[in-house]
T-cell receptor
Framework: AQKVTQAQTEISVVEKEDVTLDCVYE???????LFWYKQPPSGELVFLIR??????QNEISGRYSWNFQKSTSSFNFTITASQVVDSAVYFC?????????????FGEGTQLTVNP | DGGITQSPKYLFRKEGQNVTLSCEQN?????MYWYRQDPGQGLRLIYY???????QKGDIAEGYSVSREKKESFPLTVTSAQKNPTAFYLC?????????????FGEGSRLTVL
């Protein structure tokens, strides 16, 4: 069975601070994919990034960066110079195997509040 | 614009009543999904469908039913057998023939049982 744990339920920062959201996953599959989604107050989740288990290269996209470490089964997400618009619930998710379809296992989510 | 439309956005139900949540997509996606979101529990998969006229149970299917008669539509019925139906329900779809895991979500339906 798969599991995703986001230990931080809520994080509150002041604008321009850097913030890291933690994600730890569990799976016995050697082929898997990790994701981050953002859920703004409107409710719909928005896809941010996907990494596969064979690619541990870290990724940066603007103010967002992701650190994937198989040795610790972690896929952490850092927002640099946070902004009020970053306030949302962030979900880490896991998909195992190469089968078609996109059945994901989600973590509990981290509510990020960025205060002005 | 292409996307996923869920309706209604808010719904109130009396105990013992069935209720159907609508999900329509115009993205030409083959696969569609229903998730339930509860505070502190993330998203849990209720049902999913990878093709028309076929669907599979997810992790918490008890008390729910679905149909997939058209590619564009995947309605979810919350039956009276669902013990704790008050929740936020999210519908999603994924692109055809791809194994990316990228889901496109609707804005959700919030169901409250009175």
């Amino acid at each position: 069975a798969q599991k995703v744990t986001q230990a931080q339920t809520e994080i509150s920062v002041v604008e321009k601070e850097d913030v890291t959201l933690d994600c730890v996953y569990e799976t016995r599959d050697t082929t898997y994919y990790l994701f981050w989604y953002k859920q703004p107050p409107s409710g719909e989740l928005v896809f941010l990034i996907r990494r596969n288990s064979f690619d541990e290269q870290n990724e940066i996209s603007g103010r967002y960066s992701w650190n994937f470490q198989k040795s610790t089964s972690s896929f952490n997400f850092t927002i640099t110079a946070s902004q009020v618009v970053d306030s949302a619930v962030y979900f880490c998710a896991l998909k195992v195997g190469r089968t078609s379809g996109s059945r994901l296992t989600f973590g509990e989510g981290t509510q990020l509040t960025v205060n002005p | 614009d292409g996307g996923i439309t869920q309706s209604p956005k808010y719904l109130f139900r009396k105990e013992g009543q069935n209720v159907t949540l609508s999900c329509e997509q115009n993205l030409n996606h083959d696969a569609m999904y229903w998730y339930r979101q509860d505070p502190g529990q993330g998203l849990r998969l209720i049902y999913y469908s990878q093709i028309v006229n076929d669907f599979q149970k997810g992790d918490i299917a008890e008390g729910y039913s679905v149909s997939r008669e058209k590619k564009e539509s995947f309605p979810l019925t919350v039956t009276s057998a669902q013990k704790n139906p008050t929740a936020f329900y999210l519908c999603a779809s994924s692109a055809p023939g791809r194994n990316t895991g990228e889901l496109f979500f609707g804005e959700g339906s919030r169901l409250t049982v009175l």
